[in-house]
């Protein structure tokens, strides 16, 4: 059985609905799945709905952007938290609000860039046709690839959205790992060599992590290589942190498929014991 625990919908900076997800993990024989979205669970409800007419289990799952020490932007997934709970709803409200503001400084931003460039602005509301959650870079990136101004997604980035980024918010990653817990779930560290390629540097960070709650490492993704991969269930066997698997699929990466990894390889259930009875803790 194929799982896929990483997988972003409309609601963050994903294209395809949690439904349309939910059909196309069944079409592609994943049976287990989680809709991590960027700082938001809004999508949870909607896949967790979608999954019962296809027999797919939808882990309640999210993606937390936190500070670690001089590090930012580390992601943090969270896992088997409960969703609906009041008080840590209303820590991502506030984290929504926050990244609304910014994104619309950074449109205002790309917009001078065009008038300099004697094209048209883009509206906000063009760019919140393809956003069903959080207005993020991603949406303005479609906008002016829909435009014809921009080649792909990473032309768009390189061009506009890089040279006029606005600072972001991050979670404390000492709050943000108590939050989880303190929500039912676990915490994961999301592709860790997307931090650090020194490999010492990342195992140290590791280290120290886990002694503020880290519970697992997401041993198997797209963004580390086949040695990297082992380096991190190796070290993930040692400290007894939990492993998990995921494309971190956003429904545009060419060449990137659910419920598989680099050289196509398939993630197999057998890591579902583990987180399941970490969570049961």
């Known amino acids: ?42 999508g949870v409800a909607d896949g967790s709905a979608a999954a019962l007419a296809y027999g ?91 435009r014809g101004y921009v080649e792909n997604m990473e032309d768009a980035f390189q061009r506009y959205l890089i040279p006029c980024a606005v600072p972001k918010q991050y979670w404390l990653i000492d709050d943000a790992i108590a939050a989880l817990h303190r929500i039912g779930g676990v ?12 490999l010492p540097v990342l195992q140290k ?20 290589w086949s040695h990297e991969m082992e380096f991190l269930r190796r070290l993930a066997v040692d400290l007894g942190l939990i492993m998990t698997a995921g494309s971190d699929f956003h429904g545009n990466e060419q060449g990137l498929e659910i419920g598989r990894g680099r050289a196509g390889i398939r993630f197999e259930d057998s890591l579902l014991a583990p987180l399941y009875e970490r969570l049961h803790r």
Request: aromatic share 4%; hydrophobic share 45%.
């Open 1 to 42: 059985m194929a799982i896929d625990l990483h997988i972003h919908s409309s609601f963050s900076d994903g294209t395809l609905t949690p439904a349309e997800l939910v059909a196309l993990a069944h079409s592609h024989d994943v049976n287990v799945i989680a809709i991590a979205d960027h700082d938001t669970v809004a």
């Open 56 to 146: 797919i289990t939808v882990i309640p799952a999210v993606e937390l952007s936190v500070q670690f020490e001089s590090w930012t932007d580390v992601h943090l997934l969270g896992y088997g938290i409960d969703y609906r709970n009041v008080s840590f709803l209303e820590q991502l409200n506030a984290f929504q609000r926050h990244r609304a503001g910014r994104s619309g400084e950074i449109l205002a931003r790309v917009n001078d860039v065009l008038g300099a460039e004697g094209r048209l602005v883009i509206s906000r509301n063009e760019v919140e046709s393809s956003a069903l959650g959080a207005l993020g870079r991603p949406h303005i990136a479609r906008a002016l690839l829909k």
């Open 187 to 198: 915490a994961v560290l999301a592709h860790p060599t997307s931090i650090s390629k020194d």
């Open 205 to 224: 960070m590791i280290v120290a992590l886990q002694s503020k709650g880290l519970d697992g490492l997401e041993v198997y993704n797209n963004m580390a």
